[in-house]
């Protein structure tokens, strides 16, 4: 699990593509201190595991599956690009964002930028199916950096950066056009899930066969 708190601001190595999947190398120093095999490092916001590190160099790399390529925007990155980096979070380390699961709902597209004294309005796209689980001064996940929703309509929303965010994430360099990632708030997912009427139904048949005799 992450809290979508930006540790490091990585870069792309290497990039290898196959048939339907990828091997990324990346360049975080921080983020591979006690990185380990195995271990679970947010790229873009995305869940992926290392498969191989060298601490001293700052290097590791991981593979990329076609589920993961269809859905995020992992698929665009080249040498040189950056890359927003985190560490799985600890038991006992802070939580500062919300949960995230590093599981990408899907992307969106930078519609709009709108530069303040020290701050930066950004519009983002909606995909119609992530819309219901988006709402004013809720938390979303975008290039795994933990937001709150500032405004939102039927096909957008927005979110105010602030200078520490436009400077360490890889949210100051989007331009118009631009994709990003999007994890939309798990809690609002489950609360649809539980509502839905086939769970309602499955719990009223679970219901009924507790109390036969």
């Not at 595991?49 to 599956?65: C, I, K, L, Q, Y």
């Not at 709902?105 to 020290?118: E, F, I, K, M, S």
């Amino acid at each position: 699990m992450f809290t979508g708190i930006v540790e490091e601001l990585g870069e792309v190595v290497a990039v290898q593509h196959g048939s339907a999947s990828a091997v990324l190398t990346l360049h975080g120093p921080t983020v591979t201190s006690d990185a380990v095999h195995g271990a679970s490092i947010a790229v873009n916001g995305v869940c992926l595991t290392v498969t191989s590190h060298e601490p001293g160099a700052g290097r590791f790399t991981v593979d990329v599956m076609a589920e993961t390529l269809r859905r995020s925007s992992l698929g665009e990155l080249r040498e040189g690009d950056p890359v927003n980096l985190e560490r799985a979070m600890r038991a006992d380390g802070r939580f500062g964002g919300h949960v995230v699961q590093g599981h990408v709902d899907g992307t969106a597209q930078v519609l709009h930028r709108t530069p303040g004294d020290a701050w930066e309005v950004v519009r983002f796209s909606l995909p119609p199916e992530l819309a219901p689980y988006v709402v004013e001064k809720g938390s979303i996940t975008v290039d795994g950096v933990s937001l709150t929703v500032s405004a939102v309509a039927d096909d957008s929303f927005e979110v105010s950066l602030i200078p520490t965010t436009l400077e360490l994430t890889t949210l100051g360099r989007k331009g118009v056009g631009d994709r990003a990632n999007l994890e939309v708030d798990v809690l609002a997912k489950y609360v649809e899930r539980l509502l839905s009427p086939a769970a309602r139904q499955a719990a009223g048949r679970a219901a009924a066969q507790e109390v036969r005799p």
